[in-house]
């Protein structure tokens, strides 16, 4: 449960996003400042600017939202007719300047930039492959552009023919494991990579005189570009003055299309285009598919804003029970409310949901929302709509129990702190206060998004992960939480709630 501007503790959070621009004789770096102000809602924490003028690249980034990083004067300095940005959620590495992409890497025979979306799951192997000091890669976006200048600088200067990068990516793709929508860029080119399993989403545009990539259709719209198709799983498109042209640098028996279930259930915008599909049409049908399956017997529907709205609608059109507003999400809260303490905490939902008491007071409620991952939020909202007069609460959720850490590029923490990885459907129930719940069942979950033989990853539902989890990133993360009496769910989950690492804590906002 979340907007798209932003997350809390009940939601998994979104690694990045990405945009790269070939436009000659346009502002790019405006342009790249629009993208990434199209898809902030895929990352909050730092964004990052790269442009060439053909000659040189220059780097802005910044921790921060993308209007705090960039104002005129930044925009300015940034001259070049392409150009690369990323706006970033930090899954692995710390949360620090040091981590702000693009990252940059400047060799005699070549300069780079790269930006990463999702979580590769190699990282400790290939650090040691190359030979880097345990505890010395700051992330793996660090690690690929470490891997890529090693092949570069292997390149004699004086046979340089401008496509080093394209060819060290050649070498080094093949050696990646997990998830990685790139965006690069060197003095010249401006290229875009998608991982064999496709997990995030990154597609191409046409602009009248050149190209933009972005890991969201929106990206595309704000920029006046034209969406062409989203990029392959595998494929590697490299853009230059010539137009563009495709590299399939992986061997054909790793390419899996798996792309995230959850980008059509939570992380996308709702106007975003996957699988040639419409995300908010998806969750109006995800809806639809809950109410067949779901039915129950109430006075209004109403959606958790913003995300399960769609879904609310339709579980209001299919069972022809009213929809109303409920909840009114305060638009303003950003990332920036932490509360300190367990008390002020329970009042940050309070900052961010205020029920209606018109529309709430003696009324049965049908809550949607689109996912529950650790519950602390779901739970004071049920308490607030009992506080503001509801007969009864029963919850929809329109995806199933999240029971799996996911390891591709969303911060969901360790299994411990997943609710439904520790209860049963009826202890969550109880957890919760509601009067009912279900959850929508996987095979209605894909057919509602229309793509059903798309090909996707649902490892955070089902546990099985399509690219194998090494020990060293599983170890601690998979365990649950201690066996517990089921009347003392709520003391459980108090301790899980005060346990939780600072950075999920920051989600409480
Ligand atoms: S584990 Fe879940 S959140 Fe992660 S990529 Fe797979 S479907 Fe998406």
Not at 173 to 193: C, K, N, T, W, Y
Not at 485 to 493: G, H, K, Q, V
Request: aromatic share 6%; net charge negative.
């Amino acid at each position: 449960m979340a907007e798209e501007t932003g997350s809390d503790d009940d939601s998994p959070r979104e690694a990045c996003g990405v945009v790269g621009v070939y436009a000659p004789g346009r502002a790019v770096a405006h342009m790249n400042y629009l993208g990434l102000y199209a898809l902030q809602h895929r990352g909050q924490e730092s964004a990052g600017i790269a442009v060439s003028d053909g000659s040189t690249i220059t780097v802005v980034k910044d921790m921060g939202l993308v209007s705090n990083v960039f104002d005129d004067r930044t925009l300015a300095g940034l001259q070049g007719h392409l150009g690369i940005g990323q706006t970033r959620y930090s899954t692995t590495g710390s949360s620090s300047w040091r981590n702000a992409q693009p990252v940059y890497r400047g060799m005699p025979q070549r300069e780079f930039a790269l930006g990463h979306n999702g979580n590769l799951t190699n990282t400790e192997a290939l650090a040691a492959e190359i030979g880097m000091l345990p505890g010395l890669v700051a992330s793996d976006s660090d690690l690929i552009a470490e891997m890529l200048g090693l092949e570069i600088v292997k390149v004699d200067e004086g046979s340089s023919d401008g496509r080093e990068l394209e060819r060290s990516l050649v070498k080094v793709l093949p050696r990646l494991e997990g998830a990685f929508s790139l965006v690069l860029m060197d003095e010249a080119h401006v290229i875009g990579v998608r991982d064999p399993n496709g997990f995030r989403p990154l597609c191409l545009g046409k602009l009248d005189n050149g190209w933009v990539l972005a890991s969201e259709t929106p990206a595309l719209d704000i920029i006046g570009a034209h969406f062409v198709r989203e990029l392959e799983p595998g494929e590697m498109i490299i853009i230059d003055a010539t137009g563009h042209r495709s590299v399939y640098p992986f061997p054909p028996e790793r390419i899996d299309p798996t792309l995230c279930l959850f980008e059509f259930v939570y992380f996308a915008r709702p106007d975003t285009q996957l699988y040639k599909q419409s995300v908010h049409h998806a969750r109006v049908r995800m809806g639809e598919q809950l109410a067949t399956q779901a039915p129950v017997d109430a006075d209004i529907v109403m959606g958790v804003p913003e995300s399960g709205i769609p879904a609310a609608e339709g579980y209001a059109r299919a069972s022809g029970i009213p929809y109303a507003q409920g909840l009114v999400k305060n638009r303003y809260i950003g990332r920036t409310f932490i509360a300190p303490t367990q008390e002020l905490r329970s009042l940050g939902v309070r900052m961010k949901l205020n029920p209606l008491r018109d529309t709430i007071e003696g009324n049965r409620l049908i809550v949607v929302d689109d996912s529950i991952v650790r519950g602390t939020t779901t739970r004071a909202m049920v308490k607030m709509l009992r506080e503001a007069g509801a007969r009864e609460v029963h919850m929809r959720i329109s995806s199933p129990p999240y029971r799996w850490p996911c390891f591709y590029g969303m911060d969901t923490g360790s299994r411990s702190e997943l609710l439904a990885a520790n209860l049963t459907v009826e202890e969550i129930k109880d957890y919760l206060g509601v009067d009912s719940l279900s959850y929508l069942s996987l095979d209605r979950l894909i057919e509602a998004t229309g793509a059903v033989n798309a090909g996707f990853c649902t490892a955070c539902l089902t546990g099985e992960y399509p690219i194998a989890i090494p020990e060293s990133l599983s170890k601690n993360v998979l365990e649950v939480a201690a066996p517990r009496a089921p009347e003392s769910t709520n003391a459980l989950f108090d301790t899980v709630s005060a346990e939780m690492p600072n950075h999920a804590r920051a989600g409480d906002d």
